[in-house]
């Protein structure tokens, strides 16, 4: 079975600094891992997504995120916050061997930009 | 290009009742997967949809069925509503199995 957790339900960052949101998964083979964004009463935007091409994976609104799979990580970064960032975040993965499986999704990190 | 589109945004419903909830996926999408998201917590995977058929389904009871229709568009029945049931139901649809888009939702609330 595949688990997605998230380390923060909630993250503060002040206007201008690093975003890090940090993933961690638990699956029987490699998987497609996702970032999503929620703005309030809204439902997901896919920011990127990894799926066993480049390590590094570049999305939109200036976010990427790094798959190590010694770490079994997927961490969303962003170099300088933006107040228009703040929002919630869910890491995602889905299991690429059957072909149809549904996402499961982490609890989300709410992100909080500070002026 | 229209993306994913729900219907009704919201909906009050009392304990016992029926209700039915609509998606048509994103032009040239063939695969509908139907979310339930509590407040406060990530969605979860109720089942999808393609060729018509419930192809996957996750850890939800039986109240809860579906339907897929030859357009593609995407039903989501939930009977014998409980309070609990109350959430924000996300429809998201793909193409290659590999990257699902996700609607606006629907907040039904029962009382």
């Known amino acids: 079975a595949q688990s997605v957790t998230q380390l923060g339900s909630h993250v503060s960052v002040s206007e201008g600094a690093l975003v890090l949101l940090r993933c961690n998964y638990s699956s029987s083979v490699p998987p497609y891992l996702f970032w999503y964004v929620q703005y309030p009463n809204q439902g997901l935007q896919l920011l990127l997504k990894y799926t066993s091409a480049a390590t590094l994976v570049k999305g939109i609104n200036g976010f990427e995120a790094e798959f190590k799979k010694s770490e079994t990580s997927f961490h969303l970064t962003k170099p300088s916050a933006h107040m228009s960032d703040a929002a919630e975040y869910f890491c995602a993965v889905s299991d690429p061997g059957g072909g149809a499986d549904g996402l499961t999704f982490g609890k989300g990190t709410h992100l909080i930009i500070q002026p | 290009d229209a993306g994913v589109t729900q219907s009704p945004t919201h909906l009050i419903k009392t304990r016992g009742q029926q209700v039915t909830l609509r998606c048509s996926p994103k032009s040239g999408h063939d695969t509908v997967s139907w979310y339930q998201q509590a407040l406060g917590q990530g969605p979860q995977f109720i089942f999808q949809?393609?060729?018509?058929?419930?192809?996957q389904r996750g850890n939800f009871p039986d109240r809860f069925s579906g339907h897929q229709f030859p357009n593609y568009s995407s039903e989501l029945n939930v009977n014998a509503l409980l309070l609990g049931d109350s959430a924000l139901y996300l429809c998201?649809?793909?193409?290659?199995?590999?990257?699902?888009?996700f609607g606006p939702g629907t907040r039904l609330l029962v009382l």
């Open positions: 998201a649809s793909s193409f290659d199995m590999k990257t699902q888009y």
């Open positions: 949809y393609y060729e018509e058929e419930e192809r």
